[in-house]
Each structure stands twice: as C-alpha cells, then as structure tokens.
C-alpha cells in the first residue's frame, strides 16, 4: 500500500504536461431579418460632417419623458384611516355576533341538561314507586320462613 522506505536515490519519473484545449468562439446566427411595413414612411435625413463625409438616415425621434404621475385627490393617510374604521366596525359586529353565538349556546347546552335531569328523574321515579315486584309490604326469608311485615295473615 505504501512504498518501501528506502535510502536509495529516489528515481525520477517522467512528467507528462497537458495543455487545455480552447474551443473556438461560438459565433451566433445572425437574426433572420423581417420585412415589416412601417405605418408611415419615416423622413430621409442627411447630415454634412466637417470632415466633408456625408452621413444619410432615417431621423429618430427625440426621447420622450415619461408622463409625470397624476396625484390622487385623497390622501394614502386618509383612505389608510377610512379602511381602519371599516376594519374596526367589522371586528366589533363580529365580536356582537360571537357573544349573541355564545349566550345561545349556553341556553342550549342550559336545556339538554334540564332535560337529561327530568329523564334521568323520572325512570329514578318510576323504580321507587313501581309494584312490578312486590305485592304489599317487604319480605324477609330467615331460615327458609318467609315472613312479611305489615301483612299479618290471620
């Protein structure tokens, strides 16, 4: 894995260099030129340079500033506070809207507990006063008698 400790010179080796290859520059295709029609034929100019040359061209029109934009007749500070209004009175119908939710639900949750306690108080009812089982008075069984109170045979 690893080379021998020797102390011998060590041998020299031959070093290959290799040199980057440059690519040529990519040359773009030129645009395929489009014949348009212009709405009006633009003006010919001819311009006379001091050193006797005469350059001829389409004139270019002179750049336009961009139109200055309108101020709006209301105030940011004013519509900002307007919306805050309409915003506020909003939370506050909600908040009206959420209490009238809240107090009839209490209500309603107020009735089914009324009511599971008049059911529940009624079958309570029914079970104590109910004869189904006994005829008259509690029996008693001691040692295989059977003796009932509040009813004397006789």
Request: positive net charge.
């Amino acid at each position: 894995m690893y080379p021998d400790h020797t102390h011998d010179v060590p041998v020299q080796r031959a070093v290959e260099v290799h040199q980057p290859t440059p690519y040529p520059p990519a040359v773009p295709a030129p645009a395929p030129v489009v014949a348009m029609q212009p709405g009006s034929v633009p003006a010919v100019a001819s311009i006379a340079l001091p050193d006797g040359r005469i350059v001829t061209g389409y004139a270019i029109d002179a750049a336009r500033p961009e139109p200055v934009a309108v101020k709006s007749a209301v105030s940011r500070t004013a519509v900002n506070v307007a919306l805050g209004g309409v915003g506020f009175l909003a939370v506050c119908g909600g908040l009206i809207l959420l209490t009238s939710f809240i107090a009839a639900l209490t209500a309603f949750i107020t009735q089914l507990i009324i009511l599971a306690a008049v059911i529940f108080g009624g079958w309570i009812a029914v079970q104590i006063f109910s004869t189904s089982g006994h005829q008259g008075g509690t029996t008693v069984n001691i040692r295989k008698a059977v003796i009932k109170r509040n009813h004397f045979n006789g």
